[in-house]
T-cell receptor, first 115, second 112 residues
């Protein structure tokens, strides 16, 4: 079945370090891909998305490019801040046989940024 | 603008007691609605989704049920809670597939 695999955390970085969180997916057809962020004690917020191959989603300095050839959607940020400390979820969405689709999430990657 | 409300924020319930969690959406019509559970170390698990009033799809057989009595109201229930029902429950809505979801702030349920 369809699935999303994220690198296991936790990831600990110093402020201003470069961030990469790997995400790969398995799906038939052409899913849309998403990154969600969950700050401590809160619900999930959509961070960015890409709906077709080679699209780049970006928001708040984060970027991810939809790579169909490698079935990947890695999250990157050039210089992380303490306020970026959160759990990051990669997800895919597709239409299942004509019924309304739903998101399939990875297990999440916890990021801790130290000052 | 659209907003999603979920309550309560935290809940401690004894084993065997009933449960009712409510989620409402404002500022949109006919949303797709979802209940997810986030258990420690297990990521997010889709429990139920609904594409319209009275239409509920269950993804995982379990001790829980869901109902959608009104267009923008989604309720998660249980008649008798189990210890394994503890977790962080998230409601979400989307206007259509492939658009991405907006999540509520979640309910942390502890069954004791």
């Amino acid at each position: 079945g369809d699935s999303v695999t994220q690198m296991e955390g936790p990831v600990t970085l110093s402020e201003e370090a470069f961030l990469t969180i790997n995400c790969t997916y398995t799906a038939t057809g052409y899913p849309s891909l998403f990154w969600y962020v969950q700050y401590p004690g809160e619900g999930l917020q959509l961070l960015l998305k890409a709906t077709k191959a080679d699209d780049k989603g970006s928001n708040k300095g984060f970027e991810a490019t939809y790579r169909k050839e490698t079935t990947s959607f890695h999250l990157e940020k050039g210089s992380v801040q303490v306020s970026d400390s959160a759990v990051y979820f990669c997800a895919l969405s597709k239409d299942y046989g004509g019924s309304q689709g739903n998101l399939i999430f990875g297990k999440g990657t916890k990021l801790s940024v130290k000052p | 603008s659209q907003t999603i409300h979920q309550w309560p924020a935290t809940l401690v319930q004894p084993v065997g007691s009933p449960l009712s969690l409510e989620c409402t959406v404002e500022g949109t019509s006919n949303p797709n609605l979802y209940w997810y559970r986030q258990a420690a170390g297990r990521g997010l698990q889709l429990l139920f989704y609904s594409v319209g009033i009275g239409q509920i799809s269950s993804e995982v057989p379990q001790n829980l049920s869901a109902s959608r009595p009104q267009d923008r109201q989604f309720i998660l229930s249980s008649k008798k809670l189990l210890l394994s029902d503890s977790g962080f429950y998230l409601c979400a809505w989307s206007p259509t597939i492939n658009y991405g979801y907006t999540f509520g702030s979640g309910t942390r349920l502890t069954v004791v």
